[in-house]
T-cell receptor, first 112, second 111 residues
């Protein structure tokens, strides 16, 4: 299995609180991604990174920010969590062109 | 139109049967193609890449039809353990950084 670790695996928090999810890889891959997956929507790209300090928005980036200060870590932050952000969040990594993505185990986030 | 579309199913098949389903993509410049398997409440896992000439991996066969812009997955001799959701994923030349995923096709194999 690809060396990807997501933390925390589960989190319950309240509306309005900040939340940070971490993705850590040991593969030294250039590309990293954050997705959310909800029933009826499939996987939706939130943000991605193509190198240290190089990030860009995906299709559902509103309400989320990311940072990548090291190759191995990609952080996803919900500045002020809302109930609509209750979801399963997956991190993925990719080595390069024409390569598949490999996913972490996911983080189940519930915002009450 | 969505970039990648799949028949959601479900495909309910008996053990030992053959099941096949397609995934259509809208961008003719699409470059790379993959099938993923996702079990309930788990992460997607790469099942196989799809090559231009088609390829097999055990009981699984993937095909690419560039003219009609679809990829297919065929599962022979279905096992109970094949029950899952199968996601197709596509990259394009213009957006090489990004995989576009279909919403998935659910397969249920019954005893």
């Amino acid at each position: 299995d690809a060396g990807i670790t997501q933390s925390p695996r589960h989190k319950v928090t309240e509306t309005g609180t900040p939340v940070t999810l971490r993705c850590h890889q040991t593969e030294n891959h250039r590309y990293m991604y954050w997705y959310r997956q909800d029933p009826g929507h499939g996987l939706r790209l939130i943000h991605y990174s193509y190198g240290v300090k190089d990030t860009d928005k995906g299709e559902v980036s509103d309400g989320y920010s990311v940072s990548r200060s090291k190759t191995e870590d990609f952080l996803l932050t919900l500045e002020s969590a809302t109930s609509s952000q209750t979801s399963v969040y997956f991190c993925a990594i990719r080595g390069g062109s024409n390569q598949p993505q490999h996913f972490g185990d996911g983080t189940r986030l519930s915002i009450l | 139109r969505k970039e990648v579309e799949q028949d959601p199913g479900p495909f309910n098949v008996p053990e030992g049967a053959t099941v096949a389903f397609n995934c259509t993509y809208s961008n003719s410049a699409s470059q790379s193609f993959f099938w993923y398997r996702q079990d309930c409440r788990k992460e997607p896992k790469l099942l196989m890449s799809v090559y231009s000439s088609g390829n097999e991996d055990g009981r699984f066969t993937a095909q690419l039809n560039r003219a009609s812009q679809y990829i297919s997955l065929l599962i022979r001799d279905s096992k109970l353990s094949d029950s899952a959701t199968y996601l197709c994923a596509v990259t394009s030349v213009e957006y090489d950084y990004k995989l576009s995923f279909g919403a998935g096709t659910t397969v249920t194999v019954r005893a």
